[in-house]
Structure formats: structure tokens, C-alpha cells
């Protein structure tokens, strides 16, 4: 696992199926109260000694339901760790793993982590918030996605809902976060970015603009 800031981990990169030039990673919200594991990634078991020497996983949150394609099994098998993910993603989820609980509203875990459905690149599509003491890292999947260092959306045709997209991205653009953390990004190029209030809102307007105007990115 690489470190990112202090308690937070990555997993190591791996290929897009569906984009090559992409990689995803896991990483792991190292927390007194148990581990978090957000996203899901087929480099994720391999790293199982540095895992259990960070104190395990007691939960595997997933963004939406194309993270369930990369690893949930072997995570399943190697750490005994409840998947968790938004109730309508369920079924599509399921179809991989066993899922140990759903959620369909907005709520906090403990007093550190804030589970922000923001439906759009698919229903169930969610955004994680969670205060590491030092930094306020918002994981938005790939609802908001780094590609050759741009944020950047994507609308898929037959599973995205462009109108509530573009109100979940007006939510996210309100959030008070300082490194923004997305399940993928090219290859080879930072996968998270440092960031500030008014950097966030203005590169958030520019992917709103976009998407007004009918374009998928």
C-alpha cells in the first residue's frame, strides 16, 4: 500500500478494463474506530500483509457498481470485511459478492466518515467525505474522475440520468473537502488532487457547464 497523506492508503494501480489508459485503486482510510476500504481494486489482495500490519478492514464501501468487477471476491476471501453500498446497487453488486449492508440516504459512520448518495453516472452512485484530522478527502468514484490531471464526468448512455447528475456534481460543488480522491485516473498521472474551496467550485462549474450543454465529459 502507498501512503497518499498520513492514514490514508492506495492500493497499487491497475488497468481499466473498459479504458486502458485509465488505472483504479482501492485505498484504505486507516481509523481507530476500524478500517475503511473505499472502492475496489484487483491489486487490493496482494497487499494483505501491509493491510493487516494498517489493523485489516472492517468495512468495503463501494462508490457504484462497476467497482464490483475489480476484486470484491478476493477482498471477500482475504479479509472479513462487510461490503457495503447504496440499495440500488444492490442487485448489479450482489451479482459478484455478497453485500453485508446497504444504505439509500445520506449519514455519518462514527463521527469522522459521511456517506453522500449523488446519483447521476448511475442511481446509486455515492459520495464518501471523510475528516482524517489533517485533511477533508472527498472520494467521489468516477461521478468526478481525473483524467491527464482534468476533473472530469462521465455521462453513460443508457445508465447515467444527466438531470440528477448535474445536481449531485451542484452538491459536491458545496462540500468543504481539500483533496479530492476518485476511483480512477490516466495512467501514470496523479490519482488525487490537492485542493481548496474556490479551486474545487471553479473546476466543478467548468464539468457543470459541460454537461449543460450536452457533452458527457
Not at 475528516?131 to 472527498?138: A, F, M
Request: hydrophobic share 40%; with cysteine.
Amino acid at each position: 500500500m502507498e501512503a497518499v497523506i498520513p492514514r490514508l492508503y492506495a492500493s497499487a494501480p491497475e488497468p481499466l478494463l473498459f479504458g486502458r489508459s485509465l488505472n483504479d485503486r482501492a485505498f484504505l482510510l486507516a481509523r481507530e474506530q476500524g478500517n475503511l476500504l473505499v472502492y475496489s481494486s484487483g491489486t487490493v489482495a496482494a497487499d494483505a500483509a501491509a493491510i493487516r500490519d494498517l489493523g485489516g478492514i472492517s468495512r468495503q464501501y463501494l462508490n457504484h457498481w462497476h467497482e464490483a468487477a475489480f476484486g470484491i471476491d478476493r477482498i471477500a476471501k482475504t479479509f472479513e470485511a462487510k461490503l457495503v453500498c447504496h440499495e440500488n446497487e444492490r442487485p448489479s453488486v450482489s451479482a459478484k459478492g455478497k453485500v453485508g449492508a446497504t444504505f439509500s440516504e445520506r449519514h455519518r459512520l462514527d463521527d469522522d466518515f459521511e456517506v453522500i448518495p449523488t446519483p447521476g453516472h448511475t442511481s446509486g452512485a455515492t459520495a464518501f467525505l471523510w475528516d482524517s484530522g489533517q485533511h477533508r478527502c472527498l472520494f467521489t468514484g468516477d461521478s468526478i474522475y481525473l483524467r491527464e490531471g482534468e476533473w472530469v464526468a462521465v455521462v453513460l448512455a443508457g445508465s447515467s440520468d444527466r438531470d440528477a447528475y448535474i445536481r449531485s456534481l451542484a452538491l459536491i460543488r458545496d462540500l468543504d473537502f481539500d483533496v479530492l480522491i476518485p476511483w480512477i485516473a490516466t495512467a501514470g498521472q496523479p490519482f488525487h488532487a490537492i485542493t481548496d474551496r474556490a479551486n474545487a467550485r471553479r473546476r466543478i462549474d467548468t464539468i457543470l457547464a459541460r454537461l449543460r450543454r450536452g457533452e458527457d465529459h
